[in-house]
Nanobody, 125 residues
Framework: QVQLVESGGGLVQAGDSLRASCAAS????????MGWFRQAPGKEREFVAA????????YYADSVKGRFTISRDNAKNTVYLQMNSLKPEDTAVYYC??????????????????WGQGTQVTVSS
């Protein structure tokens, strides 16, 4: 399994931006499609965004489309989530995820092989 460590969360005001990063180690990073999920208190973990192993394809939840951008740098073994125009409803713990298999896009928990520990994003109104 690949090990994942997130960073970049924080407390911001509505309308602000944040960039979360996820550093991978332990296995060949380019062998994994990557994703971001989030979980708010009392709610289930939900899909946010995903990117193919090459970076050529990206996928977004409707709730973040047009505001969030996922990207990856295979040379740095890192995946990013740029979050713009943040809203209070974006408040959650954000988790980085690696797919179970190279060509499987991690868009639901059963498709995830490895999880990071999470980073808190809090958006005040």
């Amino acid at each position: 399994q690949v090990q994942l460590v997130e960073s970049g969360g924080g407390l911001v005001q509505a309308g602000d931006s944040l960039r979360a990063s996820c550093a991978a180690s332990g296995r060949t990073f380019s062998n994994y499609a990557m994703g971001w999920f989030r979980q708010a208190p009392g709610k289930e973990r939900e899909f946010v965004a995903a990117i193919s192993w090459s970076g050529g394809s990206t996928y977004y939840a409707d709730s973040v489309k047009g505001r969030f951008t996922i990207s990856r740098d295979n040379a740095k073994n890192t995946v990013y989530l740029q979050m713009n125009s943040l809203k209070p409803e974006d408040t959650a713990v954000y988790y980085c995820a690696a797919s179970r298999e190279k060509y499987v896009i991690p868009r639901s928990p059963p498709t995830v092989g490895s999880w990071g520990q999470g980073t808190q994003v809090t958006v005040s109104s």
